[in-house]
């Protein structure tokens, strides 16, 4: 019912920032809780972080918090991931996920799925 297209990853030196996009069409971005996974080489996918149907309330994982922002603006069904002071170990392919709840931030809860975007961090 809605397609998830992420976009902004990229190289970036340790300490730097990068900003991801994800663009929703199909279905109006406003109709979901929106969510970021990573998934580092070798792991397991992983969640970032969380903000519900209407913005507001916000979830992080311990790893990300307070250097990770997300954000959406449903007026242009975008959701962001600003990441601020970034570390070697947030390598990762980078998912936005679209839920058909409130706020959701276990993967299960989340049924829609971009392709991923990749973010390097280099030391």
């Known amino acids: 019912q809605v397609q998830l297209v992420e976009s902004g990853g990229g190289l970036v030196q340790a300490g730097g920032s990068l900003r991801l996009s994800c663009a929703a069409s199909?279905?109006?971005?406003?109709?979901?809780?929106m969510g970021w996974f990573r998934q580092a080489p070798g792991k397991e996918r992983a969640f970032v972080a969380a903000?519900?149907?209407?913005?507001?309330?916000?979830y992080y994982s311990d790893s990300v918090k307070g250097r990770f922002t997300i954000s959406r603006d449903n007026a242009k069904n975008t959701v962001y991931l600003q990441m601020n002071s970034l570390k070697p170990e947030d390598t990762a392919l980078y998912y936005c996920?679209?839920?058909?709840?409130?706020?959701?931030?276990?993967?299960?809860?989340?049924?829609?799925w971009g392709q991923g975007t990749q973010v390097t961090v280099s030391s």
């Open positions: 199909g279905r109006t971005s406003s109709s979901y809780a």
């Open positions: 996920a679209a839920a058909n709840s409130y706020l959701a931030i276990r993967e299960y809860e989340f049924h829609y």
């Open positions: 903000i519900r149907r209407s913005g507001g309330s916000t």
